[in-house]
Structure formats: C-alpha cells, structure tokens
C-alpha cells in the first residue's frame, strides 16, 4: 500500500512542466487523466469501488460490508467523505490538491488494518472523492465541479465557460464522456455526503516556524484544524486601446491600453495595501495580440480579490474598477470589468470542526485552528453539508510554486490526524 510520499512519488513525473518549473496539471488534458488512472488503479487495490458522477467527480466507495457481501448503494446515505483535487495551477506545486488525496488513500489503508483486526467497527460507508478543475486554471472558474455538484453555479453558465483555445467545458466534458445534459446540482451525490474532511498542504506560514522558513524538521504542531475559507473572487479586467505599428505610431498618437494596464496592476497593490487584511493580485495578464512590435490593442488582465469580509471584497472590487476606469481613460483607453467567480467566507461547521480538533489534538497536541486564505473544495460544500479541514505543514510557506513542499514525517502525521479524525466519525 505504501506511505503518502511513497503514493505522491508514484506520480512525481506526471504534468512536470519543464519550462515554468513545477506541474501544470489543467483540468481533463492528458496530466489529469493519468492522475484519475493512478487513483484509480490505487482506490481498486484497496477494494474501493470507483465511480465517475454526472459532474465528472469520482467517488472511491469503501462500502459497509455483511460477512463477505457488499450492503446496496443505498446504504451509502450520509457516508463520510474526504478527498480534494488533483488539478493544479499552472507551474503548481507538488502537494496542493494531491495531498490531501493521496493522505485519504493512506488513511484509508489505516482503518482497514483496524477493522480487519476488530479494532474499528463501521457505522457508515466511507468514500474518497477527487473534485476537477478546482484550480479554475483552464476554465476560470475554481472550484468548478464541487460548485456544480452543489449546484452552487449554473450549468449552462458553467458549460459555456472556454479555456484558452477557446474550447467549451461542454465539449470538453463531452470528449471526457460526459453528458453535459446531466451536470448540475447531484441531490442523489450529495445525499450520500452526511460529513466531509479534506486534508491540504498549509500554503501559508501559519504552522512552519518563520526564522526556519526552509526544508527541515520545524518546531510546534505540523498539523491544524481549518476553521474557515477566506472569501475570494476572480474578474477579469478588459482593457481596450487602438493597436498599431510600434515604428510608424508617434508617442503622442499612443492609445495604450499596456500603458494603462501596468499603472492599474500598481493602483491594485495601493489600494488593497490600505486595507487590513485585504489581499489583490494580478496574477495573469495577456495583451492581444501580443507582438513584440506591436502597440497592443486590448490587455486582460485577471483580478483576484480576498478578504475575510465579503462586502470589502465587493466594496474594493468596485473602488479598483473605477480607478481601472480612469486610468483608462486617461491613457485613451477604456476598461470593463466582468466577474468570473466568487464565494463568501467560510467558517466550517462548529460541530465537525470541534471534532476533529478533539481527535487531531490526541495526536497532534497543540495543533492550533487555522483560517486560510485559500479556497477549496471545502468551502464550497461547507455551504451545504457538514465539512471540516485539516492542513498539514508547508515548511517553506509558499505555494502555486514548485517551492511548495512538506516533509515526509508531517505528511506521515498528517495522515494520523486524518486517520484519526475519520474514525471518530465512522
Ligand atoms: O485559489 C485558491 O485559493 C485555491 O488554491 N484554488
Ligand atoms: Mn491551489
Ligand atoms: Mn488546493
Ligand atoms: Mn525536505
């Protein structure tokens, strides 16, 4: 079966991207689909059934079990579910997403151990599930297929959404044997969902000591308890100009919308900088057509917006978009804002948190309750089924890079958090 280094090792070359450095695992390419084959394959020698849902989410069912017979789906109902993603950001990390994966699957191999010796004795079902595109790397919106399946986005917004080339998520779904038709809020998935814990790489310095700031064993708790999602958003910012020949074009006969562009990315950091907790970031940005001698005539630039107040999101999201506005104009150009995703903060139920602090805190003393500025799975589905986290130390305290990393031993402690926690709840 293997330790969770050993099952991450196994798909160490998978996705590699040689030119950005890290993985680039986008959402249904050829990296993802063998990252479903090796959890499939892993979920199989364990004797979980696997099965892909409407919304492309695949479920690894450990069944309640009569002596030797399987009970029938429908004692699945409120199962307990873990997992997380296996899709990353571009030039990604390691351990964002398959992680918390590869920790179910150990976990898993745990309490088989004790209930084949009689030490645990099952209640309920347990499945490990893997969510697409919950970077929104291809897509643009993150969190794209645990949204659906809670039928917290639209299907028909969701499967006109185009990735770079300019591919629907319908005909991508569809090319993956998918039927866009059926996509949407599962009641029948989400029934069987009674608590959800997802395991994650910390992406912050929260638990990693930061005088060390590196590789190596760290001081204090490698584990903690989540306790809420930071509310974030993404929209992408248009700006329009008039695209010409960088020889023949005078300065003074400029309107350029990469001009207004780059004092728009400085006018994000000021005024998110005057916000106490507030983060901005102007993470990707594409002049078109993008010609080395070309005076671009349109720049995107992709806005992501967090903090712990969902009405300062939206009151900062409004003041950058009117400076974007000036700015613009000032340059000759023009700028539109179009919102492609957002969530409120999460803070995770009060009952499931508490009890995964009481059994994280017998094996990890001290793990201290974590909010993180991240978004997962988990704060979608918290909006509509009992869910908790657990975060499992990143020594260096940075992540969406290959820098991202977490030492064998929090990994192994991370899984008998997580182990732990599950059984209490089996
Ligand atoms: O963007 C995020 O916070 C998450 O990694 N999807
Ligand atoms: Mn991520
Ligand atoms: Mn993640
Ligand atoms: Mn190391």
Known sequence: MGTVTQLLAAIADTGRDRRRGGYSRAAYTSADRELREWFTAEAAARGLAVETDANGILWAWWDLYDGGTRRPESSRRGALVTGSHLDSVPGGGAFDGPLGVASALAAVDRLRAREVSGALVRNRALAVAV?????????????????????????????????????????VSRAHGLDPDRMGLDETALGRVGDFVELHVEQGRALGSPEFAGHGEHPGPA????????????????????????????????????????????????????????????????????????????????????????????????????????????????????????????????????????????????????????????????????????????????????????????????????????????
Do not use: Y
């Open 223 to 426: 584990v903690a308890v989540g306790s809420s999602v930071l509310g974030h958003g993404r929209w992408r910012l248009t700006v329009t100009g008039q695209g010409n020949h960088a020889g023949t074009t005078l300065m003074e006969d400029r309107a350029d919308p990469m001009v207004a562009a780059a004092q728009i990315v400085l006018a994000v950091r000021k005024l998110a900088a005057a916000v106490p907790g507030a983060r901005a970031t102007v993470g990707r940005l594409e002049p078109v057509p993008g010609g080395t001698n070309v005076i671009a005539s349109r720049v995107d630039l992709w806005l992501d917006v967090r903090h712990p107040e969902d009405a300062t999101v939206a009151d900062l999201v409004e003041r950058l978009h009117g400076q974007a506005q000036k700015i613009a104009a000032f340059e000759g150009c023009a700028a539109r804002l179009l919102e492609e995703s957002s969530s409120g903060t999460v803070h995770f139920d009060a009952a499931l948190a508490r009890s995964l602090e009481h059994s994280v805190r017998r094996t990890v003393p001290g793990a201290p309750a974590l909010a993180t500025g991240a978004g997962h799975d988990a704060g979608v589905l918290a909006s509509v089924v009992p869910t908790g986290m657990l975060f499992v130390r990143n020594p260096t305290g940075i992540s969406h890079s290959p820098e991202e990393h977490v030492e064998d031993g929090d990994a192994e402690a991370g899984v008998d958090a997580l182990a732990d926690a599950l059984e209490d709840l089996l």
């Open 131 to 171: 969510f697409p595109e919950e970077e929104g790397s291809r897509f643009g919106v993150a969190c794209l297929g645990s949204r659906l399946l809670a039928g917290a986005i639209d299907p028909a917004r969701a499967l006109n959404l185009r990735d770079a080339d300019g591919n629907t998520f319908a005909d």
